[in-house]
């Protein structure tokens, strides 16, 4: 299903794509964001026209340089899951609260070499390494943690198939 973006969100979240990478011994890519101190999951927003997939498989490769034969598509959450950035946080141009998001598992079909963070001109990442599954949501920062928390719960039993 392709996302439209309607000519103004009316509920005030940008929607916006998560994506849970894993490796076979099932730790997640936790990468540092450029220019800060803080650590997530890959992430960004959708563009007009695009599915969420072709969203997710997107920012993957713009983020850290894997392209889609590089990874399997495990599975998905089936809804929006929603948070907001505290007011402090907000640029003042914008018209959004928060994200909405709709997270993706993946499983890493790549060898670690092939992971590449400077592929765009303004790099989102400077470092990333593996982590437990279940460190991200104690670490990220605090405005996310429900979110990561919600999304890694309902993708968890899918690990059980690989």
């Not at 005030?12 to 490796?23: A, D």
């Not at 920012?59 to 340089?65: K, Q, W």
């Not at 998001?101 to 060898?111: N, P």
């Amino acid at each position: 299903m392709t996302y439209m973006r309607p000519e103004s969100e009316t509920d005030g979240y940008r929607p916006n794509v998560g994506i849970v990478l894993f490796n076979g011994a099932r730790q997640v890519l936790w990468a540092r964001r450029s220019r800060r101190d803080g650590w997530q999951f890959p992430q960004g927003g959708i563009e007009a026209g695009e599915t969420l997939e072709q969203a997710a498989y997107r920012e993957l490769y713009e983020e850290v340089g894997l392209r889609p034969e590089n990874v399997e598509l495990v599975g998905r959450t089936q809804s929006w899951l929603r948070y907001e950035v505290p007011g402090n946080l907000r640029s003042r141009n914008t018209r959004f609260r928060g994200q909405k998001q709709v997270w993706f598992l993946m499983r890493m079909l790549a060898e670690d070499s092939d992971i590449c963070l400077d592929l765009s001109p303004v790099p989102e990442f400077d470092h990333w390494q593996w982590v437990d599954y279940w460190l991200p949501p104690r670490k990220v920062v605090s405005f996310k943690r429900a979110v990561y928390r919600s999304a890694l719960s309902e993708l968890e039993p899918l690990l059980r198939f690989i």
